[in-house]
């Protein structure tokens, strides 16, 4: 998959949900996922994605400035996955959908999320539901 997606600068749209991604999966697609300058959706819903995953996420918006959605529900991203996220949404041009449902974020990481939200020019629609209070 990972070649793939660095030869192939047509795909906008990969769909890996339920496929058992973990967080060392993601750092060995990460590079090509950055290097595939078509994608602008990707949802990667269901996994085993933790917060490692969550920061692997910042990376790839830090280094991909045109991902316009990204879905992340059902994973296990919690506070930290979800403040390394806010750090790279806060300046991020494009995204505008963002899912983070059921990803026992808590309070810190919800916080950290709704000032990355007010701060953003992109984001339109976010998805936040079944976490902690």
């Keep these: 998959l990972g070649n793939s997606l660095v030869t192939n600068n047509v795909l906008t749209e990969l769909t ?3 496929c058992g991604i973990t967080d060392d999966d993601l750092r060995t697609l990460l590079p090509s996922l950055v290097a ?8 990667l ?17 830090t280094r991909r400035p045109d ?9 296990r991203l919690e506070n930290k996955g979800a403040e390394a996220l806010a750090d790279s949404i806060r300046t991020h041009r494009s995204l505008s959908h963002l899912q983070l449902k059921s990803n026992n974020i808590g309070e810190k990481g919800l916080c950290a999320l709704a000032d990355a939200f007010a701060e953003s020019h992109s984001i339109r629609k976010v998805a936040l539901w079944g976490d902690r209070k």
């Design 16 to 18: 890996l949900e339920h």
């Design 45 to 61: 819903k269901g996994n085993k994605l933790s917060m490692d995953g969550g920061e692997l996420l910042g990376t790839l918006l």
């Design 67 to 75: 991902v316009i959605s990204l879905d992340l529900s059902a994973n």
């Design 36 to 43: 595939n300058n078509a994608l602008t959706m990707l949802s």
